[in-house]
């Protein structure tokens, strides 16, 4: 199975920030890289696939890039509503893994 | 506007059984592959279950192949999971998750989109 680590586990940020969460395959994905948020109690929500494509609807503020085994999931300003939990999944193989999740808090 | 809804969590003892649903609204469900994910208290994301458009096709994490099985009634606009031989470890939120593929030709498995969710049924295993 491809295992997905993603880091930082958490982060600390404050409204404005920039932040970047990085996701590291165990082999070659190539671009079949996807990016989630979820925030309490919710379902998650799907914000990036293809590495870098921005789903309908979501903010221009989220932008994905990589390639191969390294991706990384950038919010250019951090505000209030973005503080939750972030994942990656790959879907280039079966089965299908996610990353553990980068919690963003507020600091 | 794009709806699912599970049904059918609930509390089971170990080694039982318990088979979920998922009514999809406003839109043509047999046009669309589905998923099921599922989230344990407190922890991430598991991808558990696809299955195909027309059914021909699915697929399983290791965790719980041989004890789930996916289907779908596409007269119904419905998706299922039945689950057998539940342990502990199956206690979790399960998702029903459209799964979008807006590419064709090479990139057709490339543009593919976890695009609508569910809220999730609770499924507890527990004596």
């Known amino acids: 199975d491809i295992q997905m680590t993603q880091s930082p586990s958490s982060l600390s940020a404050s409204v404005g920030d920039r932040v970047t969460i990085t996701c590291r395959a165990s082999?070659?994905?190539?671009?079949?890289l996807a990016w989630f948020q979820q925030k309490p109690g919710k379902a998650p929500k799907s914000l990036i696939y293809?590495?870098?494509s921005l789903q309908s609807g979501v903010p221009a503020k989220f932008s994905g890039s990589g390639s191969g085994t390294d991706f990384t999931l950038t919010i250019s300003s951090l505000q209030p509503e973005d503080f939750a939990t972030y994942y990656c999944?790959?879907?280039?193989?079966?089965?299908?893994?996610f990353g553990g999740g980068t919690k963003v808090e507020i600091k | 506007e794009v709806q699912l809804v599970e049904s059918g969590g609930g509390l089971v003892q170990p080694g039982g059984s318990l088979r979920l649903s998922c009514a999809a609204y406003?839109?043509?469900?047999?046009?669309?592959?589905m998923n099921w994910v599922r989230q344990a208290p407190g922890k991430g994301l598991e991808w558990v279950s696809y299955?195909?458009?027309?059914?021909?096709?699915?697929y399983y994490a290791d965790s719980v192949k041989g004890r789930f099985t996916i289907s779908r009634d596409n007269a119904k606009n419905s998706l299922y999971l039945q689950m057998n031989s539940l342990r502990a470890e199956d206690t979790a939120v399960y998702y029903c998750?459209?799964?979008?593929?807006?590419?064709?030709?090479?990139?057709?498995?490339?543009?593919?989109?976890?695009?609508?969710w569910g809220q999730g049924t609770l499924v507890t295993v527990s004596s």
């Open positions: 406003g839109f043509t469900f047999s046009s669309y592959e």
């Open positions: 082999q070659g994905i190539s671009n079949y």
């Open positions: 299955i195909s458009n027309n059914a021909r096709t699915m």
């Open positions: 293809a590495a870098s």
């Open positions: 999944q790959q879907y280039h193989t079966y089965p299908l893994t």
């Open positions: 998750v459209r799964d979008l593929r807006s590419g064709s030709g090479t990139y057709y498995n490339l543009y593919r989109q976890f695009d609508y």
